[in-house]
């Protein structure tokens, strides 16, 4: 596109970084902080050129049949430009862009991959992460950044009238609905910026690269009062434990133990008798039922109880009610 001669006279030492054909002579072009949009000569008016700020507090899209207004609100004014509807989309793109600069929502070298809008809810995918907008207008500073730094898994539910996207970040699901005449050009451009940052090719390499580490997730999940958790049963018929550490040195303890009454002779026996006595009482005791343990299920027990008769009350009042408004029914029948 050439750039128009009024345009390079208002650009100072900017320097325009993309443009939009708005038809006839008329265009739209980006530098960092502004949009100048040129108007051409006419019969009714001269050439001009207008510019609009990117450090808008918020912008509001409006689409007609022809035409798609956008309205960009400051602190003391508000400035509209209306393009041709078939120009809408790449406007909105270029203005966002331009206003995520400038507030530091994006990096001066990150790009947009593509901007979608579903009725109250406004996506903006970059080349690193994922903003969400959800409000009657298009955009303001109250939305939501999500770093592909942080995706954890994506999969698509395709339904009849919808898709809905579920991306998760850090192991929690982010669910979008997209219709389904949008949902292809999302779906594509979520999977190249995502494929591109995680340096992979396909959905299941993305998946695989960025999902939880199975490990990870079997050690979690013996982090409740499995066996694994730390807890060891009160009687195991395990001789060695994992490490075969503990176990397998008392075993050795008690083979030691056997040589050595068998070569002290028959006093040795005795008192080994009366030692191996002792141990077999203590390991008696170590398996006598928790006091502690029968009373909590005896209040467990006694609970239950109690939820059983609450809830056998309240069936037979109900059934009162219901003997009650069935003659009831009878008698305004009768009275008819």
Known sequence: MEIPDLVQQELGDEEIRGGVNLGDEDAACFTPTRTLVYRGEGLLSDEKVTSYPHDFGRLTVSEGRRKTKFSLIYTGEKLELSVPGSRGDAVLERLLEGKLTVSGGIAADESIAGVFRFSELTLVVTDRQLLKHIGNVTWDADHEAFSF????????????????????????????????????????????????????????????????????????????????????????????????????????????????????????????????????????????????????????????????????????????????????????????
């Open 149 to 336: 730094d942080d995706v954890t898994g994506l999969e698509f539910e395709e339904g009849s009238v919808a898709t809905t996207v579920v991306l998760s970040f850090n192991n929690r699901p982010e669910r979008i609905k997209a219709p389904s005449e949008q949902a292809p050009m999302v779906r594509e451009t979520l999977e190249q910026a995502l494929f591109a940052y995680h340096e992979v090719s396909s959905l299941a390499d993305l998946n695989a690269a960025v999902g939880a580490d199975p490990e990870e997730s079997a050690d979690d999940a013996g982090n409740g009062l499995g066996l694994e958790s730390g807890i060891d049963p009160l009687v195991s018929n395990d001789e060695e434990g994992d490490d075969g550490s503990t176990r397998g040195a008392a075993s050795a303890d008690t083979q030691a133990a056997t040589a050595s009454t068998s070569e002290q002779g028959p006093t040795a026996e005795a008192t080994a008798g009366t030692e191996s006595s002792d141990s077999a009482g203590i390991e008696t005791e170590s398996v006598e039922p928790d006091a502690t343990g029968d009373s909590d299920i005896a209040d467990l027990e006694a609970q239950v109880a109690e939820l059983t008769a609450a809830v056998e009350a309240q069936n037979e009042q109900l059934q009162k009610q219901e003997r009650t408004i069935k003659q009831l029914i009878k008698e305004l029948r009768q009275g008819r």
